[in-house]
């Protein structure tokens, strides 16, 4: 699906439909620049899981945004994306943006790749989603009224989908972006525990975190019928990558942007003004 039917060059967003793919979506499409959406239900269809479709979705395209799904993480994710940029440079495609995971060293090993395709490159390196609370795996806690995570007491600098996705926008089209790696994050480190009461706080509701182990957490994820591929990137993620390596801030919205980034407050507050966490018949 494109929002043009001129031969002017489209900008591919794989992804598409997901957290920050649709955000970029939207941007994109106001901005009125044409663009193709990849997912599998899209007009012409794109899937990491079938090569075959991939030259049909970069056929005229000038720009990519990577976000490879599930995770740079998991297993096969590096040869997935080897061979998706040697598609992209074979179809004539001169820039590629690619959302990559702080503090994952797999997802290094993408980055590199990236780096030494020959087009332009753009690097958004992300800290934990603030949105996995509302449009991820956690939101039915948030609805239940109990947090049951490990790690609880773990800083994390949540970033907000929303700067990611700007982020991406001005690195897919205007100039002075390439060669640069944007670590986002937002402007202060909470833990879990902390960013429950916030989302409390915002909703007006009790809102109870309860430290488990990893053991307890994947049992809990599979009883929510979270899909398994989730439940094993979750359980990868607060078992290697939410360990306190990622606590720091960085400057990468600020050095992009030329702004600050969204707090967590803003982000919950907002995010209840939709009504997503009310619960039915309250």
């Known amino acids: 699906m494109t929002n043009s039917t001129t031969n002017q060059p489209h900008i591919l967003v794989t992804g598409g439909t997901g957290k920050t793919g649709s955000r970029v979506v939207t941007r994109l499409t106001q901005a009125g620049h044409p663009i193709r959406i990849g997912s599998r239900s899209a007009d012409t269809p794109f899937s990491w899981e079938d090569r075959a479709t991939w030259a049909g979705a970069l056929a005229g395209v000038h720009a990519v945004y990577v976000a490879y799904q599930p995770d740079l993480a998991v297993p096969g994710a590096p040869d997935a994306l080897r061979a998706f940029t040697a598609a992209a440079v074979q179809s004539g495609v001169r820039r590629l943006v690619l959302l990559s995971g702080r503090g994952e060293p797999e997802a290094v090993e993408c980055e590199e790749i990236v780096r030494e395709s020959g087009l332009e490159w753009t690097i958004v390196r992300c800290s934990f989603f603030a949105q996995n609370f509302s449009e991820g795996a956690f939101t039915d806690y948030i609805l239940a009224g109990e947090v049951a995570m490990p790690n609880g007491d773990v800083p994390e600098p949540f970033v907000h989908a929303d700067d990611i996705a700007d982020v991406a926008v001005r690195a897919l089209t205007e100039d002075g972006h390439q060669g640069e790696v944007y670590e986002l994050t937002g402007p202060?480190?909470?833990?879990?525990?902390?960013?429950?009461?916030?989302?409390?706080?915002?909703?007006?509701?009790?809102?109870a975190f309860i430290p488990v182990s990893r053991t307890e957490f994947v049992a809990a994820l599979t009883e929510y019928q979270v899909p398994a591929d989730a439940v094993s990137l979750l359980d990868y993620l607060f078992g290697t990558i939410l360990d306190g390596r990622n606590s720091k801030t960085a400057d990468g919205v600020r050095r992009a942007l030329g702004r600050e980034p969204k707090d967590f407050t803003e982000y919950a507050r907002e995010t209840a003004a939709t009504g997503i966490w009310n619960i039915q018949g309250q």
């Open 188 to 207: 202060r480190a909470l833990t879990f525990a902390e960013a429950v009461a916030e989302i409390a706080a915002a909703t007006g509701r009790e809102i």
